[in-house]
């Protein structure tokens, strides 16, 4: 947890010394990132850094919670946005699309959570991560469900969530995983494209989740 003095400073600075601790931890893992590197490229002095954070874990610390604060938002403006189920499940897989164009080194931070060595933080944060796309996807089935655009109210909630969040998240993680785009193009070939996939994932599940078309 930050000290106060660091929330003393302007909203700015505070976004900007954390994108820029995100990369350092995104790019070296925590025990390798050097926290005067993370002054040094926050335009700040090292004294200054721990004049906001008592520690190199603080620091981490705050950074997450930063990553989470900006998850819940996104997820939450699409949840209340006036349009339909699908059209919400379409807008929350886009959103990793424009996270990893503007802020990639955030997923490649909650990506170094499911790397070896990264246990004391996994247990710390993955219910507080993943709460949020839990909380998310059963309000939005629940809400489908009871409007009358998910004709399954006879489904199991939690293993349709479970579904969606583990897609979501594959997903979001090809999108700056090496690994993982390599692995979507041996699926996929030419169509691994991110709006082809987009597309044909909203159009499976409407056509798996919504009302019958009548004839």
């Known amino acids: 947890m930050p000290k106060d003095t660091f929330y003393r400073i302007s909203k700015e600075k505070q976004s900007m010394v954390l994108d820029t601790a995100a990369k350092e931890f995104a790019a070296n893992g925590f025990h390798k990132a050097n926290v005067n590197t993370i002054a040094s490229n926050a335009g700040i002095s090292v004294g200054s850094m721990y004049k906001y ?40 897989f886009e959103l990793p699309v424009t996270f990893a164009r503007e802020k990639p080194y955030y997923l490649n931070l909650y990506l170094n959570l499911l790397s070896g060595g990264m246990e004391y933080f996994a247990e710390k944060y993955a219910r507080r991560i993943e709460r ?55 699926f996929l070939g030419d169509n691994s494209d991110t709006d082809y996939i987009i597309d044909n994932t909203v159009e499976i599940l409407r056509k798996a989740l919504g009302r019958p078309s009548v004839k």
């Not at 610390?61 to 209340?80: H, Q």
Request: glycine fraction near 4%.
């Open 53 to 92: 954070f008592s520690s190199k874990e603080d620091l981490f610390s705050e950074t997450l919670e930063n990553g989470i604060r900006m998850l819940r938002k996104d997820f939450f403006d699409v949840l209340v946005s006036n349009v339909d189920t699908f059209t919400k499940i379409r807008r929350i």
């Open 132 to 186: 949020v796309g839990s909380e998310f996807f059963k309000k939005l089935v629940k809400d489908g469900i009871d409007s009358g655009q998910i004709d399954k109210d006879d489904i199991d909630i939690d293993v349709l969530t479970f579904f969606l969040d583990n897609h979501l998240m594959m997903f979001a993680f090809s999108q700056v995983s090496i690994y993982l785009k390599l692995r979507k193009e041996e």
